[in-house]
C-alpha cells in the first residue's frame, strides 16, 4: 500500500513564527504536491515537485516556499506565518505522467494565532 | 482555464442511491477521479475512470462518463451512514500528472 505521511495532525503557531511541515512517501513517487484546503474552496496547489530539487508553483505559492532534497520527502515552509495561513495542509504523491493517481496524507490542520 | 465544478451539498436517506454530479472543461483529460474524504481525513481514492470509457463499476460505485458534454456522475447504490463524507471530483491536466480538483460535495446520510 502506498503510504503517503506528514509530520504533524494539528499544529498551533503564532503570527511570524517560521513553521515546516513534512510530509514523506515511501513508494518512490517522483511527483509530490502541497495544498491547501479550506472551506468552500476546496483544494488549492500551492507547490508541487517533479523531481529531487525542482519545484514548480501551483495556483497560491504567495508566503510559502518548499524544499526537496530526497525523492521521499517533500516539505513545505512558511517563512513568517500569517493568520491568514490557518488551514488543513494536505500532501500528496503520484507516479509522473498525466493521469496518475494521487495519493494522499492525513493532513494537517494549522493554526496561526 | 480549466475549472472542475460541483455542488455543494446532497442529502439523502439511508438505503436511497445518492448521485454526485461534475462538470469538467478540459476535454484533453486522460483520467477522471473521485475522492472521498471523511472528518478530519486526508482525500482516499474512491475510484477513477479513463476518459475513452462511458461507465465504471465498482460494488456499489457506478461513475458514468459523458465526454460530449464533459460530464462526469457518481452513483452510490443502497447509501450507508457510513458513506457521509466529502466527494472530490478531478481531471487529470498536463504531462506532469497535476489534478484539478472540485470544490467537493458533502454527502449527508440520514437514517
Known amino acids: 500500500d502506498v503510504k503517503v505521511t506528514q509530520s504533524s495532525r494539528y499544529l498551533v503557531k503564532r503570527t511570524g513564527e517560521k513553521v515546516f511541515l513534512e510530509c514523506v512517501q515511501d513508494m518512490d513517487h517522483e511527483n509530490m504536491f502541497w495544498y491547501r484546503q479550506d472551506p468552500g474552496l476546496g483544494l488549492r496547489l500551492i507547490y508541487f515537485s517533479y523531481d529531487v530539487k525542482m519545484k514548480e508553483k501551483g495556483d497560491i505559492p504567495e508566503g510559502y516556499s518548499v524544499s526537496r532534497e530526497k525523492k521521499e520527502r517533500f516539505s513545505l515552509i512558511l517563512e513568517s506565518a500569517s493568520t491568514n495561513q490557518t488551514s488543513m495542509y494536505l500532501c500528496?504523491?503520484?507516479?509522473?505522467?498525466?493521469?496518475?493517481?494521487?495519493?494522499f496524507g492525513p493532513g494537517t490542520r494549522l493554526t496561526v494565532l | 482555464g480549466e475549472d472542475v465544478e460541483q455542488s455543494l451539498f446532497l442529502s439523502v436517506r439511508e438505503g436511497d442511491s445518492s448521485v454526485i454530479n461534475c462538470t469538467y472543461t478540459d476535454s484533453s483529460s486522460t483520467y477522471l477521479y473521485w475522492y472521498k474524504q471523511e472528518p478530519g481525513a486526508g482525500l482516499q481514492l474512491l475510484t477513477y475512470?479513463?476518459?475513452?470509457?462511458d461507465m465504471k463499476q465498482d460494488q456499489r460505485l457506478t461513475v458514468l462518463l459523458n465526454k460530449k458534454d464533459k460530464h462526469l456522475s457518481l452513483r452510490i447504490a443502497d447509501t450507508q451512514t457510513g458513506d457521509s463524507a466529502i466527494y472530490f471530483c478531478?481531471?487529470?491536466?498536463?504531462?506532469?500528472?497535476?489534478?484539478?480538483f472540485g470544490k467537493g460535495t458533502k454527502l449527508s446520510v440520514k437514517p
Open positions: 478531478a481531471e487529470s491536466n498536463g504531462s506532469q500528472g497535476n489534478l484539478i
Open positions: 500528496a504523491s503520484s507516479l509522473l505522467g498525466q493521469g496518475s493517481t494521487q495519493y
Open positions: 475512470i479513463f476518459s475513452n470509457m
